[in-house]
């Protein structure tokens, strides 16, 4: 079984950056891929960026060169660096993965999410 901490939300002026970190901790476990996803008040939760163990990349529209996600995979943690951030950023990301454990099965985990504010 993973756990995901998340950490690095905040509040920020438009145009700054943020730089998110999600920790996945637990028993035998290989990553098959990490993702951010995000949901603001009144929305769906929706997609920002994923990447996999081999270090494919893939980002929504939306976010695609302003964010960087990369993978550390000696520690298990994703980042997302969050670069000239709009007030539209608003939400609260979550952390996601999907990890094959010691019995070979694909398991989906969710962090609790971490909240991002952009002022303008």
């Known amino acids: 079984q993973a756990h995901l901490v998340e950490s690095g939300g905040g509040l920020v002026q438009a145009g700054g950056s943020l730089r998110l970190s999600c920790a996945a901790s637990?028993?035998?476990?290989?990553?098959?891929?990490m993702a951010w996803y995000r949901q603001a008040p009144g929305k769906q939760r929706e997609f920002v960026a994923a990447?996999?163990?081999?270090?494919?990349?893939n980002y929504a529209d939306s976010v695609k060169g302003r964010y960087t996600i990369s993978l550390d995979r000696a520690n298990n943690t994703v980042t997302l660096q969050m670069n000239s951030l709009k007030p539209e950023d608003t939400a609260v990301y979550y952390c996601?993965?999907?990890?094959?454990?010691?019995?070979?099965?694909?398991?989906?985990?969710w962090g609790k999410g971490t909240q991002v504010t952009v002022s303008s």
């Open positions: 996601n993965t999907e990890v094959t454990d010691y019995t070979f099965r694909s398991v989906n985990y």
């Open positions: 637990g028993s035998t476990f290989s990553i098959n891929f």
């Open positions: 990447i996999t163990n081999g270090g494919s990349t």
